[in-house]
């Protein structure tokens, strides 16, 4: 009798740990999501300046041709690198997956790290990528395939999850940077965030853009060519 008590009492035991545990894996969760939605939120001016940045590098692309042999070089070599590598695999759809994936992240990671430079690096990157895709657009106006494909096509389906990520990221690293210059003159320090409480909210901020990277390249590694194709055979 007493032993089954014990054994009854120890199960009741182990089961109000487990529930603790769950009440604060979710609590930490909202807290994480909260960190995320803050941060955002006291970006969301860089933000904006990244998603203008980016617009005109896309028209800078689309309407000069005066870079025409520098981007069609610089073209194949990134997405040539990437074709070979998903041609050469045995599995190419997950190939193409991981290889996306760890390229997106890369260059997030890198936008947000390198903003504590005064900004630069995120400021050359909405450039440099704007003029790609830009560039892009005009290569497929002049082989007389249409524009509205290949943007709800070919750059929509995933470039929902896709851009916002990138656009966060450079508005992060805006933002790194502008408070690490401000931080350099004593008067303006008390009205700017700590690089150290920065960096503690960018961390909450890049596993959630590490999620929305993962959904993104999954799309455009399946749904994306699937569209593209159906548009061609149309």
Do not use: C
Request: glycine content about 8%; proline content about 3%.
């Amino acid at each position: 009798m007493q032993t089954t008590i014990g054994h009854g009492n120890a199960e009741l035991v182990s089961q109000m740990q487990l529930r603790r545990r769950e009440v604060y894996d979710l609590d930490k969760i909202r807290m994480l999501w909260r960190m995320v939605l803050e941060e955002i939120n006291r970006s969301k001016f860089y933000i904006l300046a990244a998603v203008i940045l980016f617009a005109y590098g896309i028209y800078s692309g689309y309407s000069s041709d005066g870079l025409d042999a520098m981007l069609m070089q610089t073209t194949e070599q990134v997405f040539g690198q990437i074709r070979d590598q998903i041609e050469r695999s045995d599995t190419p759809t997950l190939t193409a997956v991981m290889v996306i994936f760890l390229n997106n992240v890369r260059a997030v990671l890198v936008m947000m790290v390198l903003g504590i430079f005064l900004g630069l690096f995120p400021v050359l990157s909405m450039l440099f990528n704007g003029v790609l895709i830009g560039f892009t657009l005009r290569l497929q106006e002049a082989a007389d395939l249409s524009l509205m494909d290949l943007i709800f096509r070919g750059l929509l389906p995933h470039g929902i999850l896709e851009l916002p990520a990138i656009f966060i990221a450079a508005g992060y690293g805006l933002r790194l940077g502008i408070t690490a210059l401000r931080r350099l003159f004593p008067s303006q320090r008390a009205q700017v965030q700590t690089l150290g409480e920065i960096a503690m909210s960018g961390l909450a901020l890049f596993g959630f853009l590490v999620i929305l990277l993962l959904f993104a390249s999954i799309i455009e590694s399946t749904i994306t060519p699937w569209l593209l194709n159906s548009a061609l055979e149309a």
